[in-house]
């Protein structure tokens, strides 16, 4: 439409030739000229106006993107990683491994008595103190480590840069907090109190490991602490 309206009023212009005075002739070139100021001063404005909103609808997409993708590596029910960011993660990091880069470990962390729980005071109880387990859990990890779901009551951690003993304490400092913490909760005008426990496994990078041999070897680690009488932290053998 700018297009068409320029080449009219051309044409127009083209047309003052056959103006035979001056005066006249100054004043209708003087007239085409602003109208075609005008345009061009409206066309710009418009311009402004759709960039200015393409723009904000860019953010609008891009903040979009953002929040798809947080919510497609987030457990909805913990708001820990999900399964899918785990295994990201784990790639990332063995393939910096494999390169020479820092090391890192695997702790499985595992609650103990879901099950009881689930059976004298419902999924519902069960699920809230699966959620104070992660609160618990964030609390009393570093800024740098990787929390993530794995499934049911099943929580891993990736540590990153700590050694073997380094990484041993640091889960019994983990599971001594954990062990402090509770849910607590109203029925029928009684307060009730659930303790929270588990056991962790850990393993630690091998060469030619994947994320799949990581986490096999730090759930068998899990295992052993709940065979050994749960509540405690075993390393891979």
């Known amino acids: 439409g700018f297009h068409r309206s320029l080449i009219t009023r051309f044409g127009e212009v083209e047309g003052l030739v056959r103006i035979p005075d001056l005066p006249t002739l100054r004043k209708s070139l003087t007239f085409q000229v602003s109208g075609l100021r005008?345009?061009?001063?409206?066309?710009?404005?418009?311009?402004?106006?759709?960039?200015?909103?393409?723009?904000?609808?860019?953010?609008?997409?891009?903040?979009?993107?953002?929040?798809a993708t947080v919510?497609?590596?987030?457990?909805p029910a913990t708001g820990a990683h999900n399964r899918r960011a785990l295994d990201a993660y784990l790639k990332e990091l063995v393939a910096e491994a494999e390169l020479g880069s820092q090391s890192f470990c695997v702790a499985m962390v595992d609650m103990d008595g879901l099950k009881a729980i689930n059976d004298t005071h419902g999924h519902q109880i069960?699920?809230?103190?699966?959620?104070?387990?992660?609160?618990?859990?964030r609390a009393g990890i570093r800024q740098s480590d990787f929390l993530a779901r794995y499934g049911?009551?099943?929580?891993?951690?990736?540590?990153?840069?700590?050694?073997?003993?380094?990484?041993?304490?640091?889960?019994?400092?983990l599971l001594r907090t954990l062990h402090q913490g509770s849910y607590s909760f109203q029925r029928?005008?009684?307060?009730?109190?659930?303790?929270?426990?588990?056991?962790?496994?850990?393993?630690?990078?091998?060469?030619?490991?994947?994320?799949?041999?990581?986490?096999?070897?730090?759930?068998r680690a899990v295992y052993q602490a709940k065979q050994a009488g749960k509540g405690r932290v075993c390393l891979e053998e």
């Open 38 to 67: 005008t345009a061009v001063q409206d066309k710009d404005r418009q311009d402004s106006d759709q960039m200015a909103s393409l723009q904000q609808e860019i953010l609008r997409l891009e903040g979009r993107l953002v929040e």
């Open 71 to 75: 919510e497609a590596q987030t457990d």
């Open 126 to 137: 069960g699920d809230r103190a699966i959620l104070a387990l992660v609160q618990c859990l």
């Open 152 to 173: 049911g009551d099943e929580f891993a951690l990736v540590l990153v840069g700590i050694g073997r003993e380094p990484a041993r304490a640091q889960a019994e400092r």
């Open 188 to 219: 029928e005008g009684q307060d009730h109190k659930i303790g929270l426990r588990a056991s962790l496994g850990l393993s630690f990078y091998r060469a030619g490991d994947t994320p799949e041999t990581l986490l096999g070897r730090a759930d």
